[in-house]
């Protein structure tokens, strides 16, 4: 099998929701929990459409790589935005964005992250 680099970006992507995504479904409670210390609004719906949206981005990747690259850059980016919004109210929560697998503070660390996710999600969509 010969992959691209987008092909790559997607697969890598892909790998990353399906570990969140499973992981947040596993444990519906602490993931809402997770969204009302985010201060999101409806964290038990939140809790239950993000494992989804991340699960289906997932397949769009591999099926579909340049159509699943433009739905990762568009969920990354709102996760981004709520995890700038954390960042610059100075409050400490905790960054459980692959379920309960990772627990640290969201940070300017967690901003880059995102920020190198969303390049490979730009990456996959040129495929």
Known sequence: MNLTIAQMAGWILATLFVVAGLAKFRDPESTAREMR???????????????LAELGTAAALILRPSIGG????????????VL??????GREVSCRCFGGL??????NWTLGRNGALIALGLIAALA
Not at 44 to 51: S, T
Not at 70 to 81: E, H, P, Q
Not at 102 to 107: A, C, G, K, N
């Open 70 to 81: 433009i739905f990762a850059v568009a969920l990354l980016a709102a996760f981004t935005a």
């Open 102 to 107: 990772t627990d640290t503070p969201v940070s």
């Open 37 to 51: 210390e985010l201060r999101l609004r409806m964290p038990a719906v939140l809790a239950r459409l993000v494992p």
């Open 84 to 89: 700038v919004g954390v960042v610059r109210s």
